[in-house]
């Protein structure tokens, strides 16, 4: 069984859409994924510095329409495979619910727009950021952390939890990690997924109302707790929540494990997610799609499985 991964905020870096664009085709999607969500993802996917799209207003859509250019590839390039589900990391579950079915892609990204105006909002309301914690016991961690008024907000499996919070509480921790760990600030611009989105939860649960939302064409699980959603309206609901809770990776890996998971495909921009699968799910072969080039690989792993389970 292939799962399909959509990665979150973080993982875009400078000029990581120019090798998408050099295909006509890609630049006219692209060009009406920019329109639905007001932004220009062409200039910031291709020019924009790194500080530029690490405005939570252009980094949200840009990581959604990369991961829906990467996964109308896979699916153009291998039509005959069979995709065991999809997930999303953060705002990489509005990919993921354009890719189950959930919402249209043009929703989708219209989702994230508001989802990102309004996070950029609370943001900007008091300065926060995020750090990942390396190590350690994860209930130590946590005890740790919340010691210095922080916050745990994703449980990313692989010994990594991101925390959020005042940046001052994050440079103290810094200065004093709990032994046998390493803290790593993270390039975000607010403590995202903690009690300092509510404002952000609430105004985009307004905003989800206006979205019509289809129960999915393939399983998806939901970061809440890394449960399978049945229910399209449900999963949205779970979308807006998210903002504000933390984002359970490590049950959804779990729930991968559980489900007989045989390889993982992470969308553009790809990395991150591979990277914790190779902690999370030891032994499961990962593909990570960061250009064109790596469809390829990622066809091989899911012609593969699909012959192996028609066998």
């Known amino acids: 069984m292939i799962v399909i991964a959509c990665p979150g905020q973080g993982s875009q870096t400078p000029g990581f859409l120019n090798p998408w664009l050099v295909d006509d ?49 896979l699916r153009a390039a291998a039509p005959e495979a069979v995709f065991g589900g999809i997930a999303g990391h953060s705002v990489g579950e509005a990919a993921a619910a354009a890719g189950a079915g959930i919402l249209s892609e043009d929703d989708a990204l219209r989702f994230v727009r508001a989802r990102a105006l309004l996070m950029a909002e609370a943001a900007a309301a008091a300065p926060t950021g995020m750090s990942a914690v390396l190590g350690g016991d994860p209930d130590a961690v ?12 994703n449980f990313n499996g692989g010994g990594q939890i991101v925390v959020g919070g005042a940046l001052d509480a994050l440079a103290r921790l810094a200065e004093n990690p709990l032994r046998g760990t390493r803290v790593v600030p993270l390039q975000v611009a607010g403590a995202f997924h903690s009690h300092y989105m509510q404002p952000a939860r609430d105004g985009l649960e307004t905003a989800a109302k206006d979205f019509t939302a289809n129960d999915p064409t393939l399983r998806v699980w939901s970061n809440r707790d890394g449960s399978i959603v049945d229910s399209g309206a449900h999963f949205v609901e779970l979308m807006v929540g998210q903002v504000a809770s933390p984002v359970r990776w490590d049950l959804c890996m779990a729930s991968f494990a559980d489900a007989g998971i045989t ?30 080039e790596d469809i390829s690989a990622a ?6 499985q699909t012959a192996e389970s028609e066998a």
């Open 25 to 73: 085709e890609s630049r006219t999607l692209l060009e009406r994924y920019s329109e639905a969500s007001e932004v220009d993802l062409v200039r910031h996917g291709t020019i924009s510095d790194a500080e530029t799209i690490r405005d939570t207003a252009l980094a949200q859509p840009l990581i959604v329409a990369a991961s829906l250019l990467a996964l109308r590839a």
């Open 142 to 153: 946590i005890a740790h952390v919340e010691s210095f008024g922080l916050e745990p907000a």
């Open 263 to 292: 390889g993982l495909i992470e969308l553009t921009p790809g990395g991150a997610l591979t990277g914790l699968a190779k902690r999370g799910l030891k032994g499961v072969p990962a593909v990570a799609i960061k250009t064109p």
């Open 299 to 304: 066809v091989e792993l899911l012609t593969a």
